[in-house]
């Protein structure tokens, strides 16, 4: 029996045909690169969450690097109070060896020293910022930077300045 077709079916039967290539071009396509698509367009339904997830990560990153940051003032933080927990460490020591020798030769240049040591310590700086100054990150904390500045200061002075707010991260 013979079949007897119209342009209209062979036509639409040479359409399906070259869409089932297309489609089987990309999947090909899809296979070899890994990505399902090159635009949001291409993950239909999907873009919603790919775009949600992306803005996650972004966040997280931020995160991350917030976190790097805060890592690394803390660490700046824990070698400046080192120094200064090791300056007042030594004038102790100092102190009580020329008690015990009976003899104070060398101790205040010592303890002017060890003191210049603490301050140092207090007006220490991370990345251009003051750790110790609170909000307040523009001006050293500690002004006087010998013991003839100390015993000539007032009992009312603040000789440590530091400001509201303080720094914090989430």
């Given at each position: 029996?013979?079949?007897?077709?119209?342009?209209?079916?062979?036509?639409?039967?040479?359409?399906?045909?070259?869409?089932?290539?297309?489609r089987?071009?990309?999947a090909?396509?899809q296979?070899s690169?890994?990505?399902?698509?090159?635009?949001?367009?291409?993950?239909?339904?999907?873009?919603?969450?790919?775009t949600?997830?992306?803005?996650?990560?972004?966040?997280?990153e931020?995160?991350?690097?917030?976190?790097?940051?805060?890592?690394?003032?803390?660490?700046a933080?824990?070698?400046?109070?080192?120094?200064?927990?090791?300056?007042?460490?030594?004038?102790?020591?100092?102190?009580?060896?020329?008690?015990?020798?009976?003899?104070?030769?060398?101790?205040?240049?010592?303890?002017?020293?060890?003191?210049?040591?603490?301050?140092?310590?207090?007006?220490?700086?991370?990345?251009?910022?003051?750790?110790?100054?609170?909000?307040?990150?523009?001006?050293?904390?500690?002004?006087?930077?010998?013991?003839?500045g100390?015993?000539?200061?007032?009992?009312?002075?603040?000789?440590f300045?530091?400001?509201?707010?303080?720094?914090?991260?989430?």
């Open positions: 029996m013979d079949r007897v077709t119209t342009y209209s079916a062979y036509s639409s039967v040479l359409a399906n045909l070259m869409q089932a290539q297309s089987q071009v990309d090909q396509n296979l690169t890994g990505k399902r698509a090159d635009d949001s367009r291409g993950f239909g339904g999907d873009s919603e969450a790919l949600a997830a992306r803005t996650l990560k972004t966040r997280v931020g995160y991350l690097a917030g976190a790097k940051s805060l890592e690394n003032r803390l660490d933080q824990a070698l400046a109070l080192m120094q200064i927990g090791d300056a007042a460490q030594e004038a102790r020591n100092a102190v009580a060896n020329a008690v015990a020798n009976g003899r104070a030769d060398g101790l205040m240049a010592a303890l002017e020293s060890l003191f210049g040591q603490a301050v140092q310590g207090l007006n220490s700086q991370h990345n251009g910022v003051y750790l110790f100054a609170g909000g307040k990150t523009d001006a050293r904390p500690v002004s006087v930077t010998s013991l003839d100390l015993a000539a200061a007032p009992a009312s002075a603040h000789l300045e530091d400001d509201d707010p303080r720094p914090s991260h989430r």
